[in-house]
Structure formats: structure tokens, C-alpha cells
């Protein structure tokens, strides 16, 4: 049976992320896909970012550009209120570490960084806070000390290593940014190039429902073959 995962690379802070946000969706109601979420630690660590009237200028067109192609919103709370919060961090790690712990105690990853960029880009929350990444994990119905635990699980250490295995994988595709995608199908690996699909969520499922359909009826061909037969018997 054919075997396929969606690899997502992205980061919780990466507006382009939040713009593919929709494909990720997408990539969900295709049956027989997986999809993998692999932080990215693009503002951790060193890269931690305090919020300043640069910064604010750099994401500004970016954050426009993204709404006007996309339709993604973009609340008032997170232009004019976080974003002129000289007193607010961008940090990547904490909402990563969310994000895995609901992976591990629900398979919600997911669904956790979905809430995490609502939070960030919508409602203008602190997504570096854990306060808020608690409250988001209860708003999607996980219990608030299980997912404390599973939060507090996800160490320094560990949180590091898997940024540097995101890292990897991005190298080991080509990749050179956020969001890359990488579809596997049976081990075969493919870069996709989402950046033609961005606001049009059904073409992306619908040429990821091409390539698995064609993969399946390949594996399907391959399984058809006659058995080779000979005086010792018959072999696939």
C-alpha cells in the first residue's frame, strides 16, 4: 500500500506560513496523506526578536501582501497592538514547544499551530507567553495540566534538536526558507513549490490527490505482474 506524508517546515512567526495556512488545511482532506509539521526555529535562540518599529516595518508589507493575495486575516489587535509593543518578544521556540507537546499528548500539533497563528496574527496575543499557550491548548479541548506537562517535556535540549532536524531536512531537499513542503511517497521525496497555490487551497489538494492517485495506480500496475515461472517453480 502506498505510504505518503506531507513534510510542512514552517514557523510559527513566518507570515509566508501563515499565508500557506490554507494549503495546510487542504493537505488534511486528502485521504491517505499525512502531514509532518517540522519547526523551523526561525526567531529563536540568538534570532529572537524584541518588537521594534523595524521590525514592524519589515512584516508590515510582508503581512499586507499576504492578506491581499491570500484573504488570510489580519486583526487590528496584531497591527496596531502588538505590533507597537516595544515590551513584546518574538520567539519561535515557545509556541514550537506548544505545538509539539499537543502532538505528543493528542496528535494535535496541527491544530496547535493553526491556534498559535490565529493568537499571533489575529488576535494580537503574546505567543511567546506560556499563560496563552495553555489557554490556547484548552480552547482545543486538551486538558490544561496534561498539556503543562507535555509543554514542560519539551526542553531546551530537545527543542534545539529538533529545530536542527528541521534544518537537516530542509538541506537535504533544497529547501531555503519557510514554508517548504516536501511530499514522500513511499520514500520517493518531492519538493513542492507552493508559492502558485497560495490562495487557491483546492488546486493544491487537488494536485496532491493526482500525485497519490498516480502513485497508488503505478504500485497497482507493479503488483499486476505475472509470476516468472521455470522447472523450479514460479517467482514474483
Known sequence: ????????????????????AP?????????????AFHGGGMMAGPNVQ?????LRNYVMPHDHRIAELTGQPFGDAYFDGLLRDGTAVFDSAPPTAAVLAAEALAARGLDMFAAVQRAHYVDGKRIADRD??????ADLGLDRDAFSTALDAQDAAALMQHFRDSRNWLARVGGSGFPTFVLDIDGELERLEPGRYLGQPDAWRDMLRARLLAARSADAAGGAALPQCGPDGCAI
Open 1 to 20: 500500500m502506498t505510504q505518503a506524508t506531507l513534510h510542512y517546515i514552517a514557523d510559527p512567526l513566518c507570515g509566508w506560513c501563515y499565508a500557506a
Open 50 to 54: 524584541p518588537v521594534t518599529p523595524q
Open 23 to 35: 494549503l495546510v488545511r487542504a493537505a488534511r482532506d486528502v485521504a491517505g496523506l499525512g502531514v
Open 132 to 137: 496563552v499557550l495553555v489557554s490556547l491548548a
